[in-house]
């Protein structure tokens, strides 16, 4: 199985500063396609998890544009430009490359 | 819209089993792959497999094959799992998920398992 890995916060991060998620992965998730097999998810406290970013680097609809995904075949980075009080949660990488589907134990970002 | 609505939260004696569902609405059921994920307690998220609801096939990850039962109905439009020889291992929140072909588009609100004698 392919094992994900993220990094913490220094948290609370104060708000309208940048926050930087890392996940690594145990194998590339780069594909022969040229596409990385990544997705970033975001769970607000007592909520569903959502989408944020697909593709590595490619935003969901609807998602700011303060937020940026990033990486190479075994190393990532999601990107919060500015937060702010809604961006509180439980952020968790995702691969798709091969099953079973393995996500990262995920990264809490709390706010000052 | 697109909506997936579970069932409610569910206890299960030691040894029991529990079913849950989740409803799709506003989408062709059969178009789209469901997938299960499990959350434990203040812990991360857990794949446990998909079926796909046109043909019923399934894939399940190794750790939950004797585990959970995925199968869908689609004269309603549901997707259920079923968790059998429960314990305390299996408290945690179920949800389920579609997949959009490439990543988990929409979620069901996750349904509360809670084994217990």
């Known amino acids: 199985d392919i094992v994900m890995t993220q990094g913490a916060l220094p948290n609370p991060v104060p708000s309208g500063e940048s926050a930087s998620i890392t996940c690594q992965s145990s194998?590339?998730?780069?594909?022969?396609?040229?596409?990385?097999?990544l997705n970033w998810y975001l769970q607000r406290p007592g909520q569903s998890p959502q989408l944020l970013i697909y593709w590595m680097s490619t935003r969901a609809s609807g998602v700011s544009d303060r937020f940026s995904g990033s990486g190479s075949g075994t190393d990532f980075t999601l990107k919060i430009s500015s937060v702010e009080a809604e961006d509180v949660g439980v952020y968790y990488c995702q691969q798709f490359l091969e099953y079973p589907l393995t996500f990262g134990s995920g990264t809490k970002l709390e706010i000052k | 819209e697109v909506q997936l609505q579970q069932s409610g939260p569910e206890v299960g004696r030691p040894g029991s089993s529990v079913k849950i569902s989740c409803k799709a609405s506003?989408?062709?059921?059969?178009?789209?792959?469901m997938n299960w994920v499990k959350q434990s307690p203040g812990q991360g998220l857990e794949w446990i497999g998909w079926i796909d609801p046109e043909y019923g096939s399934t894939d399940y990850a190794e750790k939950f094959k004797k585990k959970a039962t995925l199968t869908a109905d689609t004269s309603s439009n549901t997707a259920y799992i079923q968790l059998s020889s429960l314990t305390s291992e299996d408290t945690a929140t179920y949800f389920c998920?579609?997949?959009?072909?490439?990543?988990?588009?929409?979620w069901g609100q996750g349904v509360m398992v809670t084994v217990s004698s």
């Open positions: 194998k590339s998730l780069l594909h022969s396609n040229g596409k990385t097999y």
């Open positions: 998920a579609r997949w959009g072909n490439y990543y988990f588009d929409y």
């Open positions: 506003g989408y062709t059921f059969t178009d789209y792959v």
